[in-house]
Every structure is written in structure tokens, then in C-alpha cells.
């Protein structure tokens, strides 16, 4: 009886450790699965007319790659990719909504976010999750981590 | 001594023969009434005088046959003088036409006032317009003429009831005289000489009868014609040419029989005595390829039953519409509408419930206006205008064929998000009239990144553009000619792909390829 009380804590261990160890391995870049991830979003909108219907246009090595989703400035805007394992140079442009054009249009240099680029470093079955906040003066600031 | 005798036989048969054309006379006062009127005589000049503001000069005429006068009465200095004319029927004068121009010191003109036997009554008076005053300086001269009677308007024809009766194939001489009719009070045509004539149509086996109407030009006239039917309705009216050219009528529908009149007149009192007009009617039988006007509008449509049908514009303002029921529902037609030089079509079509689909004028005059393909998913009515009349015989052909495709078409009207097509792998798109915009929807899941490939339209250029969820514009491409290009675009769930022609072609289509990545 004390034998079995034994083998069944030992089973249940190894069963929490076992699930443990796949919980972790989900955390980790599955093959064929994007390992980039970037929000973007403007932190300081505190006025509905000011905020503007906008989407960032991302470049990966000077390269246009795609563009986040479409939303107001306050909102996050997303867009992920699957890089290779490497030092990445990630850009991004801002387009904002000019509603009597009926089309987006790239905001002027001066008005886009500083700095618009982050370094990053993807190493293999890792995920980068890089978070954009942006203000009102024009600052950027970048946070980033890496699974 | 022969030479002598020569030249007073000369004098002579001079004298004669002038007088035998026209003998003067003097008026004899008092003449103010009937009773006491001067006789006249045709082709015998008469002097006289409006000698007072209350002075009234009677003239009467004996007519024993079936004939056309000319009256002409010289004008007075500073006077508006005028000429009623009466018909004495049963020593019971009955006043039938008012010859007054309402101007002072011109004369007074009537080209044709029909007589039978019987006898005539001119009386010399002023007119309404003016301050009546006397003249004991200036006389004037009243002259009659006559000729035969032979295929002429009857004056006074100046209502329906006098209404001169005319026929198939008949050819009828008028003219645009007087200018003015002081006896017409109708609201609408107050003082308007009008010249109305009538025909009677008997239809048979329920086919239409087809009238052909020809009003020849008159030098300084402007006329217009008007067809009424028994209920005094206007039915047609042709105002196309201006002044001194004629009007047409061609082909216009009459589906039931009775008395149908037709109205001749001249536009701000515009006349010539001198130069008639001629109306020309003919009759045909309808055919049902053939446009049966009056088709103005949806209710009057013809029905398209053969896939073609012919018409004419007959004015700038005519507007032809035809119903097409389609044998196959669903299922993709190809139009084209094709005028005669100088015709430029405006083809615009409509769905069942009369809602305007799209409107094509695409080629200039003589040109043909076509629509590609389109959906007919029920009956559709066309409607054919001209944007310029420029053709004699400005005639046109409608023409409708089943269009037979393995591709995915567009199914216009896709001009706006509401009526976007929606897109899976590929579509097939034509710009089918001028700033034609095509939408298409694309819908996912979720957020998808695609390829989007297209080939132009060959001998156009377009600009392709996608959108995001809202329909507001992401991005742009021109493309030119039928050159193919690629690019990528992520979708949220949801976006437009908006087609819009830069320089159009209408002949040659665009294609979509849509490839998820």
C-alpha cells in the first residue's frame, strides 16, 4: 500500500513536470509560424477629433513588408511576420486617414515618429514581440521581448 | 399713217389688258354697315379711307364657286387698321377670321381664305391694339385675288372643328398667314395662327399603323407641328429645326383607331404670305421590328421581341424606350445601339423596377454605343437619346445577344461599396461606360496577406486600388494597356478592390487574380 502511495505521487509528479515542459514549449517558435510581432499605438490622444484613423507601413531591412492593421491612432495596431534568424532593421511609416480624399496618406517626415526604427535580433525558435508607443510631440518609444 | 394706227391699236390692247388684270375703284360712303357695304370684285383694286376713329368701311363679295383668295389691304400712315371677314349665311353675318398684325401703318396680308358659293363680307376697321384715329390723307388699297382651289388648307381652319381633312398620301399646300389670330382665346396658344387639319385611322387585326409626317421649310418661319388624338391630347410635338426648315414626324405608333388632328404653326408670329408649306402624310403598317412611337416612357415601352429593333430620334428631345424580356434569366446579354452618321446615342439601361442601371455614350455621332455584357436577371428597359441631331434621317439600331462565358463576370452595377462583387479567386471586368467604377469585396476569417495579380485593359489604362475595411483607399496602381503587374496587400477580415479607368476602353477587360499568401 506504502509502495503504491509512492508510485502514484511519482506518476503525478512526472505528469506536472511533463505538462509543465509543453507549456513552455508552446512559448517557443514553432516551424513555419511568424516570429515577429509589432503593436503600435499612440498613448497621449485624449481628444476623439484628434484621433485620427491611421495604419504603419512596416519595412524589414528597408524593405516594404506588409502593414499593420487599420485603426484609430489611440488603438494598438498590429502586424507580424516570420523573419529569418538574423539582426533585423524594422521601420515604420505612418499613414493617416485624410477623409475627404477618401484614402490614407503618408504624414510628413517631421511628423512621423522619432526614432521610426528599432534594431532587432531574432535567434532561432524565439519569438519578438516589439511594442511602439507613440506621443503627441512626436517621440517613440520602443519596448521589447523576446519568448 | 400705219405706224400711227399701230402704236393706238398698241395703246389700246395695253389699256385693255391692264385693266382686265386690275381695275381700280373708289369706296362709297356711307358704308359703315352691312346693310349698306360696297360691292367688290376680285382682282378690282379698291380705294378708301379711315376717315375718323369711328369710321367702318364695308366690302362685299359674291362668290359663285369653290375658290382661294388673297386679300391684301396697303397699309396707313400712323393707323392700325385691320380686316374682319364675315360669312354671310342667311342674312346672318358670321365673322370667321380677324386680320389684324397689331402694328401701325403695315399693311395686312391673308394668303388663303377658302370661299364657296356664297357671299363675303371684308370690313375695314382698327384694330384692338391701338389708339384709334383717322387718316383723310393716306387711303388705302384693298385688293382681292383669286385661284383654283386644289389640295390647300381650308381657311379658317383655326380650330378642329374647321379642321381641313387630309388623307394617306396626301401632299396639302398652307401657309403661315395671317400672323396673328385675334379669335384664338385658348390660354395656351392665345393669338397663335394655327392651321389644323385631320385624319381618320381605322386599325385592323390590333396592328399598329405607322404615320410618316413632313412639314416643309419656309423661308423665315419656325414652325412646329403637333399631333393630337380625339380627345384633343397632344401626342407629338416636333420642334427640331429652326426657322425657315421643316419638321418630321416619322414612324409614330397609333394603336387605335378614330380622328387624329395635327396642329401647324409658326413660333413668335413669325409669316410669309408668299411661300406656302407643305404637309405631306403617309400611312404604313407596323412592323415589330420597328418602333411604335409614342414609346416616351416606361408605360409606353415597345417590347424588344426579336432582339432588334430599329428607330428613329424625331427630336432632340425624344427619348425611345424599349422593354426586353429575356428568354434565359440570369444570365449575361451583350447590347449595342448604332445610329446613322450624325446620331450621337445615349443608351441608358434600367432594371425591372425602373431603376437606372447605367447610362452609355461612349462614341461620338454615327458612332455605336455597346455594352460588353451584363447581367439581365429579369426584364430590363432601354431608353435611346441623341446628345446631337445631326442627321437627316436620324435612325438607330438596338440590338441584344446572349453573351456566353466560362469566366467569372462582373455583374454590373458594382459602382459602390453596397454593390460590390464579391471576388474569390478571379473575376472578369469591363469598363462599360465613361467613369465606370467597379467595386469588388474581398472577405476572410481574419487578417490575410494576398497577391493580387491584373491585366489591364488593352488599349486603356486603369488604376487599381485596394481599400480596408471602410472602403478608404490603401493603395494605388495605374496599369497601362493590358500589361499585367503584382503586388501584395493584407486584408482585415474584409476590403474593396475599386477598378476606375484612366484613359477607357470599352472593348477589352481587365482580370483580377486573387492568391492567398
Redesign the interface.
Known sequence: MHLNFKILCLIICISIFGCKTTEKETNRKIEGENNFFISIYDSDIDNPENDRRCYYMIYVDKIESGRTTTGLESQEKYFDTQLTSNRHLIKVEKWVLNESLGRYVKMNNIDQPKPDFIYINIDKDRIVKVKLKSSKSGTSSYSMTIE | MNGYKKSILLIIFLSFTMSCKISKNSETEPNNTFSNANQIEINKEITGYLESENDIDNYYLNIDEEQILKIELSGIKGVNHSINIFKNENSKPQLIKVIDDNRKSSSETFANLYVQSGQYIFTITHGSRDLKKGNIETPYKLLITSRSYLNEEKEPDDNPYSATEIGDKSQTMGYFSPAQNSLNNDPISRMKEIDWYKFNINISDNTPVLIDLKLSGVTGVDSVVSVLNSAMEEIINVDSAGTGEGEIITDFGIKESGIYYIQVSSKNFLFNHDTPYELQLDYKTYNQNSELELNNSFEKANIISNNIITGKINSPGDQDFYQFIPPFKNKYYKAGCTGVDGLDIIMTVYDNNRNKLFEINNSGPGGSETIPYFMIKNSVYFSVSASSLAASEPQYTLAIEKFESNEVLEIEPNNSKNTANLINNSITGFITYKNDIDYYLIKYEG?Q?VKISVRGVKDGKIKI?TT???????K?KEIESDEEISF?E?F?KKGYIIVEPIVANFEFPYIINIEDL
Open positions: 487578417r496577406k486600388s480596408d475595411q471602410l472602403g478608404f483607399i490603401i494605388s501584395n493584407i482585415d
